[in-house]
C-alpha cells in the first residue's frame, strides 16, 4: 500500500541549529508533494509544495525541501532554526490511486527548538 | 487564515450523544476532507467528499457519517460518543485533485 514515512517522530535542536527532517514515500508513479506546519493549538498550514520542475522547492518562514525522485524522498530543511519553529512537521504526497488523487499524510514529527 | 471555517470551536459532551460538525470549504473548492488527530493516533483521514458526492473514505468508524450539501458546506456526524472519540476533528478543502489541502482550525471534541 502506498505509505509516507517520517522516521524522526521527535527532535529537539537549540537555536540556529540546522534542521533536516526526512519523508520518504513509496509510489512509484508521478506525486505532488508537500510539507505542512502545525503550531501548537493550530491548524495545519502550507509549509510548501512540489509539483514539478526545480526539485529544490522554497517555502515560507526559510524552510526548503528537496525532491531525490530516485530514492523516493522529500526532505525538509532549514539552515538555523528558531524557538519559534517548534512545531508539529508532517510530509504529505498526493498520487493518483485507483482512478482517483489520494492525499496522504506522514505520521508527523515533533520539532522542538530550546532556546 | 485559510478560508476554511469550521463550528464549533469546542464540544464538550457526554458519553453516548451524538454531536453534529460543520465545515465551510474555501470559496470554489469542491472538495472537502475531514480528519481526525488524537495523541495516540496522529491524523487519520476520515471520508472526502467532491462536489455533494462520496469519494473515499478512510478510518471512519461506522457511528460516524457525512455529507456534502448542495452549497458544499460539510456535516460530519458523531454519534453514541465514546471516551476515545475526544479528539481534534479538521475539515479541509481543495480546489482540484493536484491542489494542496487547505485546514479549517478544526473542532475539538471532549467527551465526558
Known amino acids: 500500500a502506498q505509505s509516507v514515512s517520517q522516521h524522526n517522530h521527535h527532535v529537539i535542536l537549540s537555536e540556529a541549529a540546522s534542521l533536516e527532517l526526512g519523508c520518504n514515500y513509496s509510489?512509484?508513479?508521478?506525486?505532488?508533494l508537500f510539507w505542512y506546519v502545525q503550531y501548537p493549538g493550530q491548524h495545519l498550514q502550507l509549509l510548501l509544495k512540489?509539483?514539478?520542475?526545480?526539485?529544490l522547492v522554497k517555502g515560507i518562514k526559510g524552510f526548503e525541501a528537496e525532491f531525490i525522485k530516485s530514492k523516493f524522498s522529500f526532505n525538509l530543511r532549514k539552515p538555523s532554526v528558531q524557538w519559534s519553529d517548534t512545531a508539529e512537521y508532517f510530509c504529505?504526497?498526493?498520487?493518483?490511486?485507483?482512478?482517483?488523487?489520494?492525499?496522504?499524510f506522514g505520521t508527523g514529527t515533533r520539532l522542538k527548538v530550546l532556546a | 487564515d485559510s478560508g476554511v471555517t469550521q463550528t464549533p470551536k469546542h464540544l464538550i459532551t457526554a458519553t453516548g450523544q451524538r454531536v453534529t460538525l460543520r465545515c465551510s470549504p474555501r470559496?470554489?473548492?469542491?472538495?472537502v476532507y475531514w480528519y481526525q488527530q488524537s495523541l495516540d493516533q496522529g491524523l487519520q483521514f476520515l471520508i472526502q467528499?467532491?462536489?455533494?458526492?462520496?469519494?473515499a473514505k478512510g478510518n471512519i468508524l461506522e457511528r460516524f457519517s457525512a455529507q456534502q450539501f448542495p452549497d458544499l458546506h460539510s456535516e460530519l456526524n458523531l454519534s453514541s460518543l465514546e471516551l476515545g472519540d475526544s479528539a481534534l476533528y479538521f475539515c479541509?478543502?481543495?480546489?482540484?485533485?493536484?491542489?494542496?489541502?487547505?485546514f479549517g482550525n478544526g473542532t475539538r471534541l471532549t467527551v465526558t
Open positions: 504529505a504526497v498526493n498520487a493518483p490511486i485507483a482512478g482517483t488523487y489520494k492525499y496522504i
Open positions: 512540489y509539483f514539478s520542475g526545480d526539485p
Open positions: 509510489y512509484g508513479g508521478t506525486v505532488n
Open positions: 479541509a478543502s481543495r480546489v482540484g485533485e493536484n491542489s494542496p489541502l487547505h
Open positions: 467528499y467532491y462536489n455533494g458526492e462520496e469519494r
Open positions: 470559496s470554489g473548492d469542491l472538495s
